[in-house]
């Protein structure tokens, strides 16, 4: 059975940063994207970002992350990082990493536990 593992979230001043990380583990496992996805409270999940393995294709879920956010990692053993500088107290959510499948490759199927980020004024 697939699971993601994050790491690497916590409390940071406005203005700091954190890089959160990913890995998945169990079983036979290929993935042709993986991604950050966020709740901030009383709010809907968020994309974030990803990235396609294929042709590292990368894609952000706003404008104000892709300049912020920076995401990397590694498709042959399915890593994935998020690096987010300049963190604003709205950055504050639960972070989940997430993968597809390789077919069908747009259904986020597998998901991690979830990983705090708070960012204090």
């Known amino acids: 059975q697939v699971q993601l593992v994050e790491s690497g979230g916590g409390l940071v001043e406005a203005g700091g940063s954190l890089r959160l990380s990913c890995a998945a583990s169990?079983?036979?496992?290929?993935?042709?994207?993986m991604g950050w996805f966020r709740r901030a409270p009383g709010k809907e999940r968020e994309f974030v970002a990803s990235?396609?393995?294929?042709?590292?294709?990368?894609?952000f879920g706003r404008d104000s992350m892709k300049g912020r956010f920076i995401i990397s990692g590694e498709g042959t053993n399915n890593t994935v990082a998020l690096q987010m500088n300049s963190l604003e107290p709205q950055d504050t959510a639960v972070y989940y990493c997430?993968?597809?499948?390789?077919?069908?490759?747009?259904?986020?199927?597998?998901w991690g536990q979830g990983t705090q980020v708070t960012v204090s004024l």
């Open positions: 997430a993968a597809t499948p390789r077919n069908p490759d747009n259904v986020w199927r597998y």
């Open positions: 169990g079983g036979t496992f290929s993935s042709a994207r």
């Open positions: 990235i396609r393995w294929s042709d590292s294709k990368l894609v």
